[in-house]
């Protein structure tokens, strides 16, 4: 079992949210406490056969209600100035301003501005809920369950402490922890955090990780905050001339999802593109390192650490990869001959990643087919690094 789509909790009002605090906020008021019915999903079968399998009475957790608190007052001042056309569901980590209604449909009025924006609602994320749902899954009793009376389910290791949040935003918490370790090397940032330097070819992944969790998390990308805000770090090296030498992949393609998914916003892809990403920016100088197993490399140091959403434009793009990726799934066509290639200049690409070629993936048409996964095309993480105005 697994979330099929967001919370949508109430719409927004452009006109009349701009001035509301979060407390005062319609969202606040009708989610600080809810009764959430959980239902199997079922293609053909009529809505009142629909099958319920949990009833959950659930309250947000004071921790996540402070991340929200931020979540809110970033689409709130878009909203205030003038700017709700440009809301993105990228911006903010646990609740989100979701596109509501269908293609074609007019634009709303909104504050301060004469621009139409797309009508949106408050809603808690894919991902968020998804941490819900494992933690139902995990404590209900026949079916009915409530995080009130029992000790709230710990999913995975954890970033920041609610005291933390009171004081300072997740991100500036985040930030922060790199500001001692900039313009440092792989070598020297081992001697700082008093690790052994490795010949892996994801040290510097490793070596991100270790700052940003204080070496507390085996992998920041499972840790509850990243989880339920469906965010990613990413590590990056640039070269001296400013080039990035590799393409950045993502996971791979379920074929199953794609083939059943009609409709873009509801996609595993759009889930994941629209997400927040950490960049955190390795950059090329002189001199070389030693690494464990003897060999030398070119000398990266710790240039840029800033977290980054996919524009409206780029997502447009995105959506017809995603197109033309299930178009391939459906006609049975799943081969690098059909997929988006790096030489296209699209943004993005189709690659293979499976282990061997004996490792195959069900194939929703009959039968099993190579693993291929979601990529970056490197010109385009070239783009992101350099229109980047520095964080730190």
């Not at 009793?141 to 389910?153: A, D, F, R, S, W």
């Not at 293979?352 to 194939?363: E, H, R, T």
């Amino acid at each position: 079992m697994s979330i099929k789509e967001c919370l949508v909790c109430g719409m927004i009002n452009y006109k009349e949210d701009w001035n509301k605090s979060f407390e005062e906020s319609h969202f606040y008021k009708k989610c600080l406490v809810m009764l959430l019915l959980f239902y199997l999903h079922q293609e053909g079968v009529p809505r009142l056969d629909l099958k319920f399998l949990f009833a959950v009475l659930w309250q947000l957790p004071e921790k996540d209600l402070l991340i929200m608190k931020h979540d809110y007052e970033l689409i709130i001042n878009k909203i205030k100035n003038g700017l709700a056309h440009t809301l993105s569901e990228g911006d903010t980590m646990y609740l989100a301003a979701c596109r509501k209604g269908q293609k074609g449909d007019s634009l709303m009025e909104q504050h301060g501005s004469r621009i139409g924006a797309p009508k949106r609602a408050w809603s808690l994320k894919m991902a968020y809920m998804r941490i819900v749902l494992e933690e139902i899954k995990s404590n209900h009793e026949k079916g009915v369950y409530t995080n009130i009376v029992l000790k709230p389910y710990e999913t995975s290791e954890q970033l920041v402490t609610t005291e933390d949040l009171q004081s300072h935003t997740f991100d500036e918490i985040i930030l922060k922890r790199f500001v001692p370790y900039m313009n440092n090397d792989y070598e020297e940032l081992c001697k700082l955090l008093g690790c052994n330097a490795v010949a892996s070819k994801q040290k510097y992944f490793t070596m991100a990780n270790a700052i940003v969790s204080g070496q507390k998390v085996s992998n920041v990308n499972r840790t509850e905050e990243f989880i339920k805000a469906g965010l990613t770090m990413k590590t990056v090296r640039v070269q001296k001339n400013g080039g990035v030498k590799e393409s950045m992949s993502f996971e791979n393609i379920d074929y199953q999802e794609v083939y059943d998914c009609n409709r873009w916003y509801d996609s595993r892809l759009y889930e994941l593109y629209s997400g927040r990403f950490l960049f955190v920016v390795f950059k090329e100088t002189d001199g070389e390192i030693t690494l464990s197993d003897g060999d030398k490399e070119s000398r990266y140091v710790l240039d840029d650490v800033f977290f980054w959403t996919m524009p409206q434009a780029d997502l447009c793009v995105a959506k017809e990869y995603w197109e033309d990726i299930r178009q391939c799934v459906i006609n049975n066509t799943i081969s690098p001959d059909y997929f988006w290639k790096t030489s296209d200049k699209k943004n993005f690409h189709v690659r293979p990643k499976g282990k061997d070629s004996a490792d195959l993936a069900v194939n929703p048409n009959g039968g099993f087919v190579k693993k291929y996964c979601y990529w970056f095309n490197f010109e385009y993480v070239k783009n992101i690094i350099n229109n980047h105005n520095g964080t730190i």
